[in-house]
């Protein structure tokens, strides 16, 4: 790097290409980043896996650059072993990971054997190791790590909806993709999970003017599924911190209700900022018919994709009955006719995840896909009743929480099929993993 660096210079300069070198210079100043904090070099790979859009042509190039990057943390990583050494995950939560990579493996061995697309293999499995994310994070993250990691998190939200919103301005229209993701539903919900169960007030009120941003954008997304996964993540956090207060803190338990009416506020607040956003008329005709489409199967212009959906559905349907047990494996496509040009295409993934899951891995990756996240919940539950710190745990119900949230959310999407979502979720966990393992790591050494 120091040897060509002082020729590209030149070699820039020459041309007059100076977003090459603004380029360089923003992927030097994160390589300084990462070796000052190694810490911020997961917070780098969530917010370039959050702007992986599968709709553009670009997909090769983004996910490159994702996986680059990826490549310079393993680096990193491994160097940093030869002093510190490798922590090991949970025991609790070892076996459902373990389950879950087999599965996957199952799922490349089957795809390869049966010359199933090699592209689209890759960006399935790249997806399905989320965990793998989570088992890196482990080695740099503890329990001092928490707030840093939530206000990550939460920048990394405010950066989706300044992009989100201002893409909405240009084109007055609804946005799809990496314009509008599930990141900022998943953060709102961490942040109410963390006001409801901070002792501050000052933490409860920024918590609570932090939700609004990530409302908004959420509002404007324009997606029914996550609308429905976030009313879900919303209440799951809701009644975990109550029965969580009601063990540690009785007495300042029924103080905490004022956070509700303070919710509602939220809400008002970010409607009233919506309107005067986007217009009271197009807002509210836009969100009910969104709403009031979201299970009808007339053929309208609000309701065509219940109805595509429902034929995509069928024909996975006929096709996962052929091999139901061990699955068609990863990088295996659909045969889809688009009635609007009349052409049959490819289409790797299914707009339900559970069914994608049974179609790829069969009836054995959906059980691994369930023992995986109830080893998860199950250790986060543990967690929760036990821990004195309320910053411990607020990441573990709102783990559980996101968990709840992004189930909902794969009834009508294949979010964890992407890394946009997949990598946020490792993410969660991740910050999950390494705080207990951080917490066992004394008791380790004592023994």
């Known amino acids: 790097a120091a040897a060509l660096a002082p020729a590209v210079l030149i070699g820039s300069l020459a041309t007059g290409a100076w977003w090459l070198l603004l380029l360089l210079g923003g992927v030097a100043a994160l390589g300084v980043w990462s070796l000052l904090d190694i810490r911020a070099t997961f917070v780098v790979t969530v917010l370039l896996a959050t702007f992986v859009d599968y709709k553009t042509g670009h997909l090769t190039l983004e996910m490159t650059v994702v996986c680059t990057w990826l490549a310079w943390t393993a680096l990193l990583l491994i160097w940093r072993s030869a002093w510190r050494g490798w922590t ?18 199952l799922g490349v061995v089957v795809g390869l054997v049966h010359g199933n697309n090699l592209r689209y293999l890759g960006l399935e499995l790249a997806a399905a190791l989320w965990p793998a994310l989570g088992l ?3 080695q740099v993250y503890g329990r001092k790590s928490a707030a ?9 939200g405010l950066i989706h ?84 207060l009601g063990r540690f803190e009785p007495k300042t338990r029924s103080r905490r209700l ?37 299970f009808s199967t007339e053929m309208s212009g609000a309701t065509a994709s219940n109805v595509f959906r429902l034929v995509e559905y069928g024909r996975a349907v006929d ?46 990756g959906l059980a691994a896909f369930g023992f995986l996240l109830w080893t998860l919940v199950r250790a986060a539950k543990r967690v929760a009743e036990e821990d004195s710190s309320w910053l411990v745990r607020t990441w573990a119900i709102a783990a ?25 979720f490792a993410y969660v966990w991740g910050v999950f993993w390494a705080i207990r393992a951080d917490s066992r790591a004394p008791a380790r050494g004592a023994a």
């Not at 970010?270 to 969104?290: A, I, N």
């Not at 009635?339 to 179609?359: A, C, D, K, M």
């Not at 559980?400 to 946020?424: E, G, R």
């Open 88 to 105: 090991h995950p949970p025991s609790g939560m070892a076996l459902g990971l373990a389950v879950w990579l087999g599965a996957c493996a």
């Open 136 to 138: 890196g994070m482990i």
């Open 148 to 156: 840093y990691a939530g206000l990550a998190l939460v920048a990394i």
């Open 161 to 244: 909806t300044a992009f989100g919103l201002t893409m909405l301005q240009i084109y007055r229209q609804r946005l799809g993709g990496i314009y509008f993701t599930t990141v900022t539903g998943i953060v709102a919900v961490g942040l109410w999970t963390a006001a409801l169960l901070a002792p501050r007030r000052k933490i409860r009120v920024l918590c609570l003017l932090g939700m609004v941003p990530m409302l908004a954008h959420l509002l404007f997304s324009f997606t029914r599924g996550y609308w429905f996964g976030f009313i879900a993540g919303l209440l799951a956090s809701t009644i975990l911190c109550w029965r969580n």
């Open 258 to 294: 004022l956070a509700l009416p303070a919710l509602l506020a939220v809400f008002v607040v970010t409607l009233g900022l919506s309107v005067l956003y986007f217009g009271k008329g197009d807002l509210l005709s836009s969100v009910g018919r969104r709403f009031g489409a979201s």
């Open 319 to 364: 096709v996962a009955l052929e091999s139901p047990v061990i699955g068609k494996g990863f990088g295996y496509a659909i045969l889809n006719r688009d009635s609007l040009v009349g052409r049959t295409q490819e289409q790797w993934f299914i707009h339900n995840y559970y069914l994608l899951i049974w179609l790829k891995l069969g009836i054995p």
């Open 400 to 424: 559980i929480a996101a968990t709840v949230q992004v189930l909902v959310i794969l009834v009508t999407n294949y979010s964890l099929a992407d890394v946009t979502t997949a990598f946020v």
